[in-house]
Nanobody, 122 residues
Framework: QVQLVESGGGLVQAGDSLRLSCVAS????????MGWFRQAPGKEREFVAV????????YFADSALGRFTISRDNAKNTVYLQMNSLKPEDTAVYYC???????????????WGQGTQVTVSS
């Protein structure tokens, strides 16, 4: 069992940066690929980024490529999403999730956090 708790969301202006954190409970954190997803009002949840267990591989949605980075510290059971050059269209609830495989498919994730709100004003 893995429990995930996100933090770091907030209200920022366009062009600002935010770093989201997700702390996982349990000793098996390092076995999981970790992903970030987001859901804007009235829209479906969408993939943002994923990092594999060894930090050797990362993959981003086109909307995040070049602006966001994902990293993890297995010693701290924490995964991060650094978001730069934020845009109003990045406004959403951001969720971290854990999966046994390296994937962008939300259906393959086993555990989810409760989400943290990111609001970007223009």
């Amino acid at each position: 069992q893995v429990q995930l708790v996100e933090s770091g969301g907030g209200l920022v202006q366009a062009g600002d940066s935010l770093r989201l954190s997700c702390v996982a409970s349990g000793r098996t954190f390092r076995r999981y690929a970790m992903g970030w997803f987001r859901q804007a009002p009235g829209k479906e949840r969408e993939f943002v980024a994923v990092i594999n267990w060894s930090r050797a591989s990362t993959y981003f949605a086109d909307s995040a490529l070049g602006r966001f980075t994902i990293s993890r510290d297995n010693a701290k059971n924490t995964v991060y999403l650094q978001m730069n050059s934020l845009k109003p269209e990045d406004t959403a609830v951001y969720y971290c999730a854990a999966a046994k495989k390296y994937t962008a498919n939300s259906g393959e994730y086993d555990y989810w956090g409760q989400g943290t709100q990111v609001t970007v004003s223009s």
